[in-house]
């Protein structure tokens, strides 16, 4: 069953303001992947594009890029922001596209590949892609660092025991992320794939970006449906300690945040 945990207004208005697209070190890995297999760049399709911050970045090498997802709210918010004249956003589950069969060139999705009904999922896959296509199935980890100077031990600590906080709200198919897209990669249907653990960004940004970050995680948002108060303390509490460690007043101070990425990859050749 899909987990419908993207839904809220509210929530999609986060994730188009504080979540941040792909970063230098997995664009490498994805476009590098793309230009040694593929020599069609006609349609991609980013399934679970959220409000399309990953997307934008396929239009910078095919034709035609739609992004679905099956929540109404994040596809407003995705047709609200600016984007590239051949990008165009769709309402669908990812268990079933509304793409002709061998018609598309490459499949993405970004951080949502584990939300997804896998079997179903990789049946549209291999439905849909061209003879010669590609997938690419990537996700941020929970390894995650908050650097700055010679408090980053610290900042971290704070980080990981908020993370641990929230955990309780985890929905299971969160543990696909902690076993860093293993099944997902046994079940994709291709025999040229493989599985990167260990790319690693830095991506700068502000205390106050950060806890707009935190508001975006799907955690956050049940810890928040189901005890308003304690999570709003809790947020509160975090972005104190953050600020006393660095030592600062302002929430525009900026720290870097460190994230390792998962990504699997896989050609379609027959
Ligand atoms: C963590 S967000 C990632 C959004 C975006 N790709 C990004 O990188 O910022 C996961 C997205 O997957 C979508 N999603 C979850 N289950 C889905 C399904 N079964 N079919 C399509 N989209 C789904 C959610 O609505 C949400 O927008």
């Known amino acids: ?3 419908r945990l993207f839904e809220g207004k509210d929530h999609a208005v986060f994730y188009q303001k504080y979540r941040f697209s792909l970063q230098e070190n997995q664009q490498r890995v994805i476009f590098s992947y793309l230009d040694e297999k593929l020599s069609s760049f006609r349609l991609a399709v980013d399934v679970g594009c959220g409000s399309g911050q990953c997307t934008h970045l396929l239009a ?15 596809i407003e918010e995705a047709n609200r922001a600016p984007h590239p004249p051949n990008v165009s956003y769709l309402v669908c589950p990812a268990e079933k596209l509304p793409f002709e069969d061998h018609s598309v060139d490459l499949v993405t999705a970004f951080s949502a590949a584990h939300w997804f009904d ?8 291999e439905r849909v892609l061209k003879p010669i296509g590609c997938v690419i199935l990537s996700s941020s980890t929970l390894d ?21 906080q929230l955990s309780v709200y985890a929905n299971e198919k969160i543990n696909r992320v902690k076993d ?24 700068p940004m502000t205390v106050a970006e950060l806890m707009g970050l935190i508001q975006s995680f799907s955690m ?5 449906k189901d005890q308003p108060e304690a999570a ?14 660095m030592g600062v007043s302002s929430r525009e101070t900026q720290l870097e945040y460190w994230t390792r990425q ?8 027959s």
């Open 1 to 3: 069953m899909a987990a």
């Open 262 to 269: 998962v990504c699997v990859l896989g050609c379609r050749s």
């Open 60 to 74: 910078k090498r095919f034709e035609k890029v739609v992004g679905t997802d099956i929540s109404n709210a994040q």
């Open 180 to 203: 860093d897209y293993e099944e997902i990669f046994m079940s994709l249907p291709f025999q040229d794939k493989k599985r990167i653990t260990d790319v690693l960004d830095k991506v």
């Open 118 to 125: 896998i079997p179903r999922f990789m049946a549209e896959v």
């Open 232 to 245: 709003k303390a809790a947020l509160q509490n975090t972005e104190q300690r953050i600020l006393e460690t």
């Open 144 to 164: 995650m660092r908050l650097h700055y100077g010679d408090r980053t031990e610290k900042l971290t600590q704070i980080f990981t025991q908020f993370q641990e």
């Open 220 to 224: 956050y948002q049940m810890f928040l």
